[in-house]
């Protein structure tokens, strides 16, 4: 099991030790990161969000795919942040990135903003999941599309990684809150492993009827 402190830094990195968990997490993450932004099949010019990018690993990718279409990254962790608006000074220099303070329950965007939204890792610390989906079919435009990533309950109970405060879901329940928000959800994507298993799941708002 992860000790407390470690589990905290993983829900919110911050100081030191904060940057080093974000350097582990980027590499630990990779594959996953990897699926989940292909599954959301990003088009040049569209406007992106990455809600609790952390290490920061994604965005890279994220300003490649969307070429003229600008780059948003939020995070709850000052230090996450700080780090990214410096790693990423050209891309924020040349408006193509934003990077901000904030948390998924109350996104600081206004409504129909954004033609893509990503989330890995994050599904853990909703505490109200209700409402932080709400919020990410309320800021992405018609047919836009969500791409959620998360090790499943039965990954993480099995596994090495069981960290205490995590807040475990399994995808059925994860699926069943999506279509609750709205979402219509195209394809679910799994990475079989026992203890590193993952779920990419591509939730898509519908368009305006009519
Ligand atoms: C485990 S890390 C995952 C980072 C990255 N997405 C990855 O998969 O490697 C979780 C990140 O989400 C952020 N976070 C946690 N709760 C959040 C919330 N309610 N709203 C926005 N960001 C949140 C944390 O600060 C942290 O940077």
Same mark, same amino acid.
């Given at each position: 099991m992860l000790g407390r402190a470690l589990a905290r830094q993983l829900s919110r990195p911050e100081g030191v030790l904060g940057r080093i968990v974000a350097r582990l997490m980027n590499r630990f993450n990779r594959d996953m990161s990897r699926m989940a932004i292909a599954a959301m099949e990003v088009a040049r010019g569209d406007d992106v969000l990455e809600i609790g #990018?952390?290490?920061?690993?994604?965005l890279d990718p994220l300003l490649v795919a969307a070429g003229t279409g600008k780059v948003t990254g939020l995070d709850l962790s000052e230090t996450m942040v700080l780090r990214a608006q410096r790693r990423f000074a050209w891309a924020v220099r040349e408006g193509r990135l934003q990077v901000r303070l904030g948390q998924v329950e109350h996104l600081p965007f206004a409504g129909e903003s954004f033609d893509r939204v990503l989330t890995s890792n994050?599904?853990? #610390?909703?505490?109200?999941a209700r409402r932080a989906l709400a919020e990410i079919f309320r800021v992405l435009r018609p047919c836009g599309r969500l791409s959620l990533a998360f090790s499943p309950r039965s990954v993480l109970e099995r596994g090495?990684?069981?960290?205490?405060g995590f807040i475990l879901r399994d995808e059925a329940e994860v699926l069943q809150l999506a279509k609750g928000a709205g979402f219509v959800v195209g394809r679910v994507d799994r990475h079989e492993h026992p203890a590193r298993g993952f779920v990419i799941i591509a939730a898509d708002k519908p368009g305006r009827a009519g």
């Open positions: #990018f952390g290490g920061g690993a994604s994050t599904i853990y #610390f909703w505490a109200d090495r990684l069981h960290p205490p």
